[in-house]
């Protein structure tokens, strides 16, 4: 088993890629700049050719590939702004490299998001229909549309907010240390609830998907979930520091496309099928507690 990872330079995709090579695959991963950091290959969705890009014996020896897509502009304004440009690249190239691994006979899997959603009920399941209220939440719709149709075959995996506990990388947690430390307000989206989930498990749960030959749609998510601000307060008990946070409407943030404020999912289903225990969010800011310092 082999793995190519597009997008290795995010910050899920770095976590795939580091898990995969500590599990001893042999694993490949990209970034779109021409010449990435890191030891990774330079490819450009819009632009490149996996053919052009990854050696031929990649895709032909030491059994099946798995070609995991954490690659896509994920900016939730820009998608509504640069809408031509970002939808090249999170739909059209997107299955364009998907079709083209799939003909190299590799086995595409795709991540997608819960902005798939409206957000009004939350505790969404795979079976739920899309309702998506965004240009980036119709995007990834199109996508796992387009993959139900056609590529039932392949994986994707639904995720929800992705934390980590490294304050060094960019998430929610750093973010919300960085404005403590600079003495600002922790401003939250107000009635905002999601299943935040660390990427750690992220990259286990992707690779153990792979081994265990999951095809389909699943959702993959910590059973817990929380308010925004109630996460933004829990993170501030543990870590043991002082934050005033405040809530505001997405009007009042300045948001120019609207996100879902229930975007919480049921991840039964995949951990059914896997077995696999997500951590606590206490232990995962306890973790970042820990490497503060
Ligand atoms: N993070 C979350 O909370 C979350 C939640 C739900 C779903 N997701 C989905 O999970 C996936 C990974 O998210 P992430 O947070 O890791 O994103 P990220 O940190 O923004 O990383 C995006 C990756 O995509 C690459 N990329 C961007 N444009 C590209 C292009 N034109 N051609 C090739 N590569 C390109 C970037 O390469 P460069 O570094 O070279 O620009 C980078 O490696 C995305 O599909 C996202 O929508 C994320």
Redesign the pocket.
């Known amino acids: 088993m082999k793995f190519l990872i597009?997008?290795?330079?995010?910050?899920?995709?770095r976590h795939i890629l580091a898990y995969a090579k500590s599990l001893g695959y042999e694993v490949l991963g990209?970034?779109?700049?021409p010449q990435?950091a890191e030891g990774l290959l330079g490819?450009?969705?819009?632009r490149d050719r996996l053919v052009e890009k990854v050696p031929a014996s990649f895709f032909q020896t030491g059994g099946p590939v798995f070609v995991i897509i954490?690659?896509?502009?994920?900016q939730i304004d820009r998608c509504y702004r640069e809408r031509d440009v970002t939808c090249a690249?999170n739909v059209a190239n997107t299955m364009r490299l998907m079709e083209e691994a799939a003909v190299l006979g590799a086995r595409p899997v795709y991540?997608t998001?819960?902005f798939v959603f409206d957000g009004r009920v939350g505790y969404y399941t795979e079976s739920d229909p899309h309702s998506p209220i965004s240009e980036y939440g119709r995007q990834k719709a199109d996508i796992e549309s387009e993959c139900r149709q056609r590529h039932a075959d392949w994986l994707l995996v639904r995720?929800?907010?992705?934390v980590g506990d490294d304050p060094a990388e960019d998430h929610l947690f750093s973010e919300w240390y960085r404005w403590s430390q600079a003495r600002h307000q922790i401003v939250c989206m107000a009635n905002q609830v999601f299943s935040p989930t660390c990427v750690d498990d992220i990259a286990r749960a992707i690779i153990l998907g792979c081994q265990k030959g999951l095809t389909g749609l699943y959702n993959v998510s910590n059973s817990e979930y929380f308010t925004r601000d109630e996460l933004a307060r829990q993170f501030f008990r543990i870590l043991g520091g002082e934050a005033s946070i405040i809530c505001k409407t997405q009007q009042e943030l300045g948001f120019v496309d609207l996100r879902p404020e229930k975007s919480y999912l049921d991840g039964g289903r995949f951990v059914q099928a896997t077995g696999l225990r997500f951590m606590a969010m206490r232990q995962v800011i306890s973790r970042f507690k820990e490497k503060i310092g």
């Open positions: 597009i997008g290795a330079s995010g910050f899920i995709g990209t970034a779109s700049r990435p490819l450009d969705l819009v954490s690659a896509a502009i994920s690249v991540l998001s819960s995720l929800d907010k992705i």
